[in-house]
């Protein structure tokens, strides 16, 4: 059953000669690597209207250099992280980057910065898409996390069916607000142009009296910070360029050109035709729809755009779902994370990383009740964090491999020391209003990666045939049968203990009263009698303490033997059938296994509850 609904809802299982022609083309690579940057248009310019707004209209003017300094500031960042692309093609980013230049430290920071905004990605993503399908529908308004939630399970499941599928899935929606946005921005040029473009509401900028001393210069930089919102997802291609197909650095690059080409021109047309409309933020309705509304009516156009906007805010969310995989198996292989972030999935995806990101994101949306402007300060500090290091690392490469790379060296520096500047600038400006969490869960997760990484280490060592001698077996078993009930599994584990031949065998029962003990022993020296049984009372009903101390004088009694223990467990017939049984074989395991003073060897007997025992 579990098997035929997997198939139901992943499609075929792919082999492994399947992988190269799952990969992406330069437009399913825009579609799923851009759609996170691209529908940051759809509210960058109202989060730096909202900062101007604090000081009154009259400074909506500073919209306007705001957004062809983030403009610019996009174009450099592209620049970089096509260096990036051509010089780690196995993907990785920021990550490979500083584990090769900078040392463990920075790579570790980088790495979790950017797993963390990629969590906080998917939850403010789909936070806004739902925040527009509310407005459309109040009544939905009180189950706005509930319908997050099925948002991110359907993106989860889309990217679950495959790397290629899933760009089929996301390609539309993404290029049709491409052309809407760009259609509606030449539209709204052409007016301007023209002279007949429309104005909501007459601003005037009065720099002079608004924007003067410290206070102003702390608002623009404010503006500026929300504004950077839009850049959020940029670096995403260069993590999943294994992701492209060949050559694969080469349509990389060109796919991360031609998205940061995009939004550049997006976000600027937008932040031009709004406060060419005189816009400003309001309580109900967005600016973009503002703008739309203003240059084409109510009528289709309108929910055209509006339509578009909505699904690729929803689909901005599937961008992560790309990169998070990616830099969590690059993690797992060097040891950071668990090896199971490396398992190449059902559908040659990284399915583990995509369910954890999944998990992680619904419960990031409950914990804030899915509300947009309470994640919004979360949002890009990561982002920028991740932009300085890769950077950075970047320019220490060049100096190392030396020779003609000055142009390689400029174009880097020039980009650590800008993206380093905005990133202390988004976060001392977000600090105060939630930034400051990303501190504690920053340094959280690299202690986690240690740690894990510790561990790993320490198996490795103790495993390794250069640390010792194989431990000798010795010849002589003693077996133990653990007996919860005289029935025919443990019956069968008993015979089946049996036929090892061992030197001692032994069963054992708890029991909560010594009468329900002689009760248990009767019945079984009545079916096995050639296997003596002990019975331990434990009137306080402690299953464990008791065994683990039997298993303990057993080890004494017969130091020189073998000890196994023989645990029977039943298998139901349907696998949901599993929750309605304690369970208490695997928590006997876990006990026995993690007790370091039990040197014991673990046998299951698993007894199929529908196969006959004879």
């Known amino acids: 059953m579990f098997s035929g609904l997997k198939r139901l809802l992943l499609g075929e299982r792919l082999s492994v000669k399947a992988a190269k022609c799952e990969r992406l083309t330069n437009s399913q690579g825009l579609a799923i690597f851009g759609a996170d940057s ?62 090769e230049n900078l040392g463990e430290f920075p790579a570790l920071l980088g790495g979790a ?36 939630s099925v948002i991110i399970g359907i993106l989860t499941l889309a990217n679950l069916r495959g790397v290629r599928e899933s760009g089929k899935i996301f390609s539309l929606p993404t290029f049709g607000f491409i052309v809407a946005i760009l259609g509606m921005t030449a539209y709204g040029v052409w007016r301007y142009a023209a002279g007949t473009f429309p104005v909501t509401n007459a601003i005037t900028a009065d720099p002079a009296s608004d924007i003067t001393g410290a206070l102003g210069v702390f608002l623009i930089l404010r503006a500026f910070a929300s504004g950077c919102t839009a850049m959020t997802g940029i670096e995403a291609t260069s993590n999943g360029v294994p992701m492209f197909q060949p050559p694969e650095s080469q349509n990389a690059a060109h796919t ?23 816009i400003g933020p309001r309580e109900h309705e967005t600016v973009i729809s503002q703008v739309a509304r203003m240059l084409v009516g109510s009528g289709p156009l309108y929910y055209l755009i509006q339509g578009a906007t909505m699904l690729v805010l929803l689909l901005a969310a599937n961008t992560p779902f790309a990169g998070f995989p990616m830099i969590a198996s690059q993690l797992a292989r060097d040891g950071y994370f668990p090896r ?39 949002y890009a500090v990561g982002v920028f964090l991740g932009f300085s290091i890769s950077q950075f690392g970047m320019v220490m490469r060049w100096r190392r491999l030396g020779g003609r790379v000055w142009l390689k060296i400029a174009i880097n520096s020039i980009g650590f020391l800008v993206t380093s500047a905005v990133f202390a600038v988004v976060l001392m400006t977000k600090f105060l209003h939630g930034a400051w969490l ?74 909560t009263s010594v009468e329900e003990g002689e009760a248990v022993r009767k019945k079984w020296e009545q079916h096995m009698p050639d296997v003596p ?22 080890q004494k009694k017969w130091s020189d033997d073998t000890v196994i223990v023989v645990l029977p467990e039943f298998i139901p017939n349907k696998i949901f ?29 698993p007894v199929k509850v529908r196969t006959h025992i004879r």
Not at 355 to 375: D, E, Q, R, S
Not at 495 to 506: D, E, I, Y
Not at 535 to 553: M, N, Q
Not at 590 to 605: C, G, K, M, R, S
């Open 38 to 99: 691209l529908s940051s248009t759809a509210y960058a310019t109202e989060e730096i209207l909202l900062v101007l707004a604090a000081a009154g209209a009259g400074t909506f003017f500073v919209s306007i250099p705001t957004a062809l300094a983030i403009a610019a500031l996009i174009l450099l960042v592209v620049i970089s992280y096509q260096q990036v692309i051509y010089a780690y093609p196995q993907g990785g980013g920021v990550y490979n980057v500083a584990k």
């Open 113 to 148: 910065s950017l797993l963390i905004d990629y969590v906080l990605t998917v939850a403010v993503s789909v936070a806004a898409g739902v925040a527009a399908i509310t407005s459309a529908v109040p009544a939905l308004l009180p189950w706005r996390v509930w319908v997050g």
């Open 256 to 278: 991360m050109m031609r998205m940061g080409l995009l939004l550049g021109v997006i976000f600027v047309g937008v932040t031009f035709l709004a406060y060419w409309g005189g």
């Open 340 to 378: 199971q972030f490396q398992n190449i999935g059902y559908k040659l995806v990284f399915a583990n990383g995509i369910i954890v990101l999944g998990v992680l994101a619904v419960v990031l949306l409950y914990l804030f009740n899915g509300n947009v402007h309470a994640l919004i300060p979360l």
């Open 438 to 511: 990303l501190i504690p869960a920053v340094i959280l997760l690299m202690v986690l990666m240690k740690n894990i990484k510790r561990h790993y280490i320490d198996v490795e060592a103790r495993l390794s045939l250069d640390g010792g001698p194989v431990p000798k077996i010795p010849a002589e078993r003693t077996m133990v049968v653990l007996v919860s009930s005289v029935s025919r599994a443990t019956v069968y584990a008993a015979q089946f203990a049996k036929s090892f031949n061992p030197v001692h065998l032994r069963a054992v029962h708890v029991a």
């Open 533 to 554: 049984i002990d019975i331990l009372v434990s009137e306080y009903r402690d299953l464990f303490t008791p065994v683990l101390g039997y298993l303990k004088d057993i």
């Open 577 to 605: 059938h599993h929750f309605l049984h304690n369970q208490t074989a695997l928590r006997l395991r876990l006990a026995i296994e993690q007790d370091p003073d039990v040197d014991a060897d673990i046998l299951d007997v």
